[in-house]
């Protein structure tokens, strides 16, 4: 279900490409990529929008790696609640997801190979 959502930034978001993804018992590694390298980043793209809620052309908002991990953490959210009531998946106490993320700004191709590594094999560990 994770990874469903994941993959489905890219509909959502025309200049987010989702990368690498691992799923953990409790938490996960993954990879967003925004594309349009016109944006800044403070502010949401400039000439393209996107159809999570609060992004618009241009608009001065939250940064859209929050906006987007927003919408991600909703709708997980949401369809962890559908399968808790569907299909007898354990509730959870709370929240889901932790209220922060840890995010890491990847500047050269060398640096995000060893990203993707990590990603691939942090299960092995």
């Known amino acids: 279900m994770i990874k469903r959502w994941w993959l489905e930034l890219a509909n959502k978001c025309p200049y987010v490409e989702s990368g690498q993804i691992i799923v953990m018992p409790n938490h996960f ?14 502010v949401c793209p400039s000439q393209k929008t996107c159809d ?6 241009g608009g001065h908002m939250s940064a859209p790696l ?19 009531k569907t299909m007898g ?8 997801w932790q209220r922060n993320y840890y995010e ?5 191709e060398p640096k995000l190979d060893a ?3 990590y990603i691939i094999y942090n299960p092995s560990k």
């Open 104 to 108: 890491h700004v990847v500047r050269d």
């Open 115 to 117: 990203l993707r590594h």
């Open 66 to 84: 929050a906006r987007i991990l927003r919408w991600f953490k909703t709708m997980t959210t949401d369809d962890y609640i559908l399968g808790v």
């Open 29 to 42: 590694h993954g990879i967003v990529r925004i594309t349009d390298i016109e944006a800044d980043l403070r």
């Open 89 to 96: 998946w354990p509730r959870f106490e709370g929240r889901l």
């Open 52 to 57: 999570i809620e609060g992004i618009d052309a």
